[in-house]
């Protein structure tokens, strides 16, 4: 069993084999990052490129120190500090890269689609680190990760997803690993937050958030991404968390051994109490730990070799 | 010419065993800092294997730990197919012990150089030793091994197998030709 492909662009084309053997091999990755000596010589000589075009901490801090465990070099460039300030259109910036002859580059675009056009003009492996409200792949791979490590297994389980569906790239990449690993997803959020045709995505959808987590095992709460809510979707974040956060009061309605995680960064008092956060249901610690070994998955599958 | 031969029966391959167990620790003086590391995946079964042997005769518990070799091969950026990572779980330091790997056929020596790679970098062992149970010649790199089960002369075109009940409901070693 191989990872067939050149590029990691969206769980939608991933098959349930390619999630699992990412998930498996990320198992086995987990032990590195416990050791004394963090690092293993697999991926000497390669270089990694991080080109981030949005603001990240959690995922490109994940990436670099993924690279860097396995050896490889890692460049990260930011869109602030680099030649896209002066005018460098993406396609410009991508062709001076490759001309570097990296391995592998890394990409979060607010454009959906912007790793796919790198994808198809380059001829180094292009991973998807977010783009737009599209797809955020590595994201949903570190849940599925986490829900299997606490949960033992992702078919059966009941998760909702609770918050802005419409512009959650997050929500997005779960809907697809999630229902396609055999999980019933539940998506509940302000009517201006549930996509018209949701539910054809293979997800039930409701807009009160009691009816979502009642019973559920996996309860994923989405950051109020104020940045890309241009146009009022609620009335006031006091309003949201009022009809949409998790708290002490509502989570007794999931199972009890549910898990609650959090893509991060959290909105404290917003979308979840400070209470749940760290509380004993919160797995949202685990989630980064294991986004690490996610990370050094993918990148150890699809660099290296000739064919 | 036989296409395939069985050269060491359940009976041979638990014989080499409690041989290789007592010269492990006749060579050194007893169990104290001991601990056996097994490769994956024959490797790791053999060294079940001997942990129970040598517990038996010392009567105390010797440490015993998995290695995976994989991300410290030397044909990673070379070859197309990624093999599958499988866990490596050493769950003890290795400052200052006397490590046993434990492999099952000792073939051209990559693996065992792989493994020392890896197994340093949990700690400076005392000694590393290595124990197989097949030891079938052809080495590319200047590696031998301190305990054999069983010298095999093989031909580069042949297949040796060591078939555990563990992994594949019987104990053999067999030899093939490939052609």
């Given at each position: ?16 084999e390619e ?7 990320a ?9 004394e000596?963090?690092?293993?010589p ?46 460098e ?34 001829r ?15 994201q ?14 992702i ?5 909702a ?20 690993m055999?999980?019933?997803?539940v998506?509940?959020g ?7 045709e ?22 994923m ?40 995680m ?6 404290r ?30 990148l ?8 | ?21 007592s ?24 060294a ?20 995976d ?10 070859s ?19 490590v046993?790997?434990?492999d099952?056929v ?34 590319e ?39």
């Amino acid at each position: 069993m191989k990872l067939s492909r050149k590029d990691i662009l969206g769980i939608k084309e991933l098959s349930v084999e390619e999630i699992t053997l990412i998930l498996d091999t990320a198992d086995s990755f987990l032990e590195v990052s416990t050791r004394e000596i963090k690092k293993v010589p697999t991926l000497r000589g390669k270089s990694v490129i991080n080109l981030f075009y949005e603001a990240s901490t959690r995922t490109r801090t994940s990436f670099e120190i993924a690279a860097k465990r396995l050896s490889a070099d890692t460049i990260n460039i930011s869109a602030s500090t680099s030649s896209v300030v002066k005018g460098e259109t993406l396609i410009d910036t991508a062709k001076n890269i490759e001309a570097m002859n990296p391995d592998l580059i890394v990409i979060r675009h607010s454009a959906a689609g912007a790793p796919h056009m790198l994808a198809s003009l380059l001829r180094q492996s292009i991973i998807n680190a977010g783009d737009g409200a599209h797809e955020h792949p590595t994201q949903a791979l570190l849940d599925m990760m986490t829900i299997r490590s606490r949960k033992g297994r992702i078919a059966g389980l009941k998760a909702a997803i609770i918050g802005d569906i419409a512009h959650s790239r997050v929500a997005r990449s779960n809907i697809h690993g999630l229902t396609k690993m055999g999980a019933h997803v539940v998506v509940s959020g302000p009517a201006t937050m549930l996509p018209r045709e949701i539910e054809t995505l293979g997800v039930t959808a409701c807009t009160r958030i009691d009816e979502a987590i009642k019973d559920a095992d996996i309860i994923m709460m989405l950051r109020i991404q104020t940045e890309r809510e241009k146009q009022n979707v609620f009335p006031s974040l006091r309003e949201y968390a009022q009809y949409f956060s998790l708290n002490r009061k509502n989570i007794a309605l999931a199972r009890e051994d549910c898990i609650v995680m959090h893509p991060g960064p959290m909105n404290r008092g917003v979308e979840i109490s400070p209470e749940i956060a760290d509380g004993p249901h919160s797995v949202i610690l685990d989630q980064v730990t294991n986004g690490v070994a996610v990370r050094m998955a993918l990148l150890y599958l699809l660099t290296g070799g000739n064919s | 010419m036989e296409q395939k031969k069985v050269v060491m029966d359940a009976e041979g391959i638990n014989r080499s065993l409690t041989r290789i167990a007592s010269e492990i620790l006749e060579k050194n003086k007893g169990g104290e800092e001991l601990v056996l590391v097994g490769i994956r995946t024959g490797g790791v079964f053999l060294a079940e294997r001997l942990k129970r042997k040598i517990s038996g005769i010392e009567g105390k518990d010797i440490p015993f730990g998995i290695l995976d070799i994989t991300l410290y091969r030397d044909d990673l950026s070379t070859s197309h197919r990624k093999p599958r990572l499988g866990k490596t779980d050493i769950p003890f330091s290795l400052e200052g012990r006397k490590v046993v790997l434990v492999d099952d056929v000792l073939f051209t020596g990559r693996t065992i150089r792989a493994a020392m790679d890896a197994l340093i970098d949990f700690g400076r062992p005392k000694s590393i030793q290595l124990a197989v149970l097949i030891d079938r010649g052809h080495r590319e790199l200047p590696i031998r091994a301190d305990f054999v089960g069983k010298n095999l002369p093989s031909s580069l075109w042949q297949a040796v197998s060591v078939n555990l009940t563990e992994k594949d409901g019987k104990d053999e070693v067999v030899i093939e030709n490939n052609i």
